[in-house]
């Protein structure tokens, strides 16, 4: 929690030039055609981190184990998350088909970038910043 | 063992000893964890010497344990607990938050912090890499700036100990205010910002260990359960009956400072002066202007009752905190004679960075404030505070002395109880009429002298809990249902939220127990056997009390004096509690628990249960002869 109220999921957007896929150096990472998610291919994966480094919004991230990267697949084009949220009722999340006419590259921001962004908006300038110094 | 972690961390901060701990399987299932576990760990460590452990010495223990449901029930929560410098006896405080997931998370089910640091120090544990660190930066700091240093400096660990990992989720954390630090007896252990485990006054018990806080990240996963299937069908199911009950997920608490004023007179007004309002002023759309977050949970949370709150402009711009809660509105709003929202958001802001127990502080704030009414304590004995009713200046400059321990706050930092002792020393008066408390303990919001109030069915409520005023676990008739204190003592100890349980049935819960731990428990058994052991441990240690306060069984048992006058206001003038009746029920419930016409839990009670060494100790201390 880095401001109260303010968590959000941070997620992979899938850019449409895709910088994790162009920087695995081991061919680990491709796109899913038909969802056009990101697939890590475990098997190949050395856990480098490039992808990571290559992120606007550091999404990727090393499974626990440290044997290999995590990206959101999107679960085969149905995200599990969207369902447990509508499921719960929280409505917070929403399946939305992809549409040429947006640049989800503009969207990818880090945890903090996204937390301050959203915490302005919703708790106004002076109490973020007290928040998050 | 499923639902477990499996092994607890003991820390002694003295010796900078750290150890794991396993509890055999016995023990879990008869004590579960929690409060239960913490009430059992209690008894072996320090019950021969209870009376004599000074709960703000180091010989004291904080106990921060989780439940066998914490992580899966949707609705989290830790258990926090020791011997309470409020009541001297165990109190189990929970606090929501998602400290219990993180912790189970990263393999262990609790923590068992023994001694004193010789600085101030915060404990960091993420995955078996636990470490006693330096807190001097942020000792004496209020919550927004200690959150913001735990934060940071615990991500940069982190990243040392997984590098490469990428972005990291912020790990959860439990930590004191200024308040605790300076060992106030109405100190909360806060998580997030305004979280609060505040009956028992734990923070003072942090405080008096020099542990400012108590980090923790684990990367899972969380231990197996027994029947996955079956516990993810039950969690779909709760889930379902949760959000029906809409009305709790649109208000959370938030409506009830109107609500349990005008409705049901039952509302702390001018400390208890009276109890019914009518303030338009105070509805729940009120306080829903100030609300930027309608609904907040912690993790898998249905309910989502918490709402954020935010003073975007005004004299007071900037203040958040979550809600106010009901307890909150009323205790820093009616019961300081405050009726405007925005006066009550900032007054709860400052009692959360203060790190002060909302209940317990506004207990004690408006006890002072009676006292100024009155003309026993001046101006003067105030250090120049004039506390007049629905003054929010006064009252927050009030609070930050209390928390300090500046000049009177020194005194009403130990209390509303012990206060109203010195007080009455100091003045040469009997001031403790005025101390709306029990054993210690300042009481829950919810009123009993209307009989409306469904919090507080019985008026035995307080008077008869081994939790004394604590308003989520009161004492009821016949004394396993669901509104009995022994039912309470489940959601303490298997460890979940209580208001994400409202919408269940008592066999929900208990299939729920089944599921994750594949352990069989029926409600009679746990009514008629183990919650009833747990019940006794603590009914025994709060009557042991000591060193400083040793509660009489029986004639404490009792009211403060203020609920036996007939309600003074509104649509309840006149109507008082029937003394006769009280006693019965009172006695009625002692029986029921298996203790004798005093409420000392009786020799045969304690053999049928397995605590021959209660017998024993309650023996010595002339409690049974």
């Known amino acids: 929690m880095l401001v109260p109220g303010i968590e959000i999921p941070h997620l992979c957007f899938q850019c449409e030039d895709y910088p994790c896929v162009e920087a695995c150096p081991e061919g680990a990472l491709s796109v899913i055609h038909q969802t056009g998610a990101v697939k890590v291919d475990v098997e190949t994966c050395t856990a480098c981190g490039l992808c990571i480094t290559a992120c606007p919004g550091k999404v990727p991230h090393l499974h626990p184990d440290g044997s290999s990267i995590v990206i959101c697949d999107l679960c085969d084009g149905e995200p599990q998350c969207v369902k447990a949220c509508l499921e719960g009722r929280w409505n917070a999340l929403t399946l939305l088909p992809r549409e040429k006419s947006i640049s989800y590259k503009m969207l990818a921001a880090t945890p903090k970038e996204l937390t301050r962004k959203v915490a302005n908006h919703i708790l106004g300038e002076k109490t973020t910043k007290e928040v998050l110094g | ?625």
């Open chain 2, 1 to 625: 063992m499923r639902g477990y972690a499996g092994k607890f961390l003991e820390i002694d901060l003295s010796s900078r000893a750290i150890k794991e701990k396993k509890v055999p399987d016995s023990v879990l299932r008869d004590y579960i964890g929690g409060r239960g576990l913490a009430t059992r760990i209690l008894w072996d460590i320090l019950g021969s010497t209870w009376e004599s452990v000074d709960p703000l010495s180091s010989e004291n223990m904080l106990l921060v344990l989780t439940g066998p449901l914490t992580g899966y029930f949707p609705g989290t929560k830790i258990c926090v607990s020791g011997k309470s410098p409020q009541s001297n006896g165990v109190i189990g405080s929970t606090v929501a938050g998602e400290f219990g997931i993180d912790l189970k998370c990263a393999g262990y089910d609790g923590l068992i912090i023994r001694g004193k640091a010789e600085q101030p120090c915060y404990l960091f544990i993420c995955d078996n890499h636990v470490e006693i660190k330096e807190a001097s930066p942020i000792w004496g700091k209020k919550a927004r700036e200690t959150v913001r240093f735990l934060v940071k400096e615990s991500l940069k660990e982190i990243k040392d100990i997984r590098p490469g990992y990428g972005e990291v989720i912020e790990p959860s954390f439990l930590y004191i205010g200024p308040s605790g630090e300076n060992k106030a007896r109405i100190a909360a252990v806060t998580s997030k910002y305004a979280h609060a485990a505040g009956y028992g006054g734990y923070g003072a018990v942090m405080g008096a260990k020099n542990l400012k806080a108590l980090v923790a990240k684990g990367f899972g996963p969380l231990p197996d359960v027994y029947d996955k299937e079956r516990t993810l069908d039950l969690v779909q199911e709760f889930l379902v009956k949760n959000f029906e009950r809409e009305r709790f997920r649109r208000w959370g608490t938030g409506a009830g400072g109107y609500y349990f004023g005008a409705e049901t007179s039952s509302e702390p007004i001018r400390n208890w002066q009276e109890e019914w309002h009518q303030e338009q002023s105070y509805k729940g759309e009120e306080f829903d202007k100030y609300w930027v977050k309608k609904n907040w949970g912690d993790f898998g949370c249905p309910t989502t009752c918490l709402k954020v709150s935010v003073l975007k402009d005004g004299t007071y711009e900037g203040a958040i905190c979550d809600n106010p809660d009901y307890e909150l509105e009323s205790y820093l709003g009616t019961n300081l004679g405050i009726f405007t929202p925005e006066k009550n958001i900032y007054l709860s802001y400052v009692s959360n960075e203060l790190g002060s127990c909302g209940i317990q502080s506004g207990a004690v704030l408006g006890f002072a404030a009676e006292l100024y009414q009155k003309g026993i304590l001046t101006r003067e004995d105030l250090d120049g505070i004039a506390l007049e009713w629905g003054d929010v200046e006064a009252f927050a400059a009030l609070a930050e002395r209390i928390a300090t321990r500046q000049g009177i706050g020194d005194i009403l930092s130990e209390g509303i109880y012990r206060a109203a002792v010195k007080i009455s020393e100091m003045k040469g008066l009997d001031v403790l009429k005025y101390a709306i408390h029990e054993k210690g303990v300042a009481i829950g919001a919810h009123g009993i002298r209307s009989g409306r109030d469904y919090v507080t069915t019985n008026p035995i409520a307080y008077a008869c809990s081994v939790q004394a005023g604590d308003h989520t676990s009161g004492a009821d008739l016949p004394i396993g249902h669901r509104h009995s204190e022994l039912f309470s003592i489940m959601g303490d100890s298997a460890v979940y939220c209580f208001f994400a349980a409202m919408a269940l049935d008592n066999r929900d819960i208990f299939n729920f127990y089944e599921a994750v731990t594949g352990w069989e428990l029926t409600e009679e058994e746990w009514y008629q056997e183990k919650a009833l052991r747990i019940l006794q441990l603590q009914r025994a240690m709060l009557l042991l009390g000591g060193p400083d306060i040793t509660w009489k069984p029986n004639l404490d048992d009792e009211l403060p004096p203020r609920f036996w006058e007939p309600l003074p206001s509104g649509p309840d003038k006149g109507r008082s509690l029937d003394r006769t009746a009280f006693e019965k029920s009172k006695l009625e419930y002692f029986n029921a628990a298996g203790w004798n016409e005093n409420g000392v839990p009786k020799p045969e009670t304690l053999r049928n249960l397995g605590l021959e060494d209660v017998e024993v100790k309650l023996r010595e201390a002339s409690l049974i002869s």
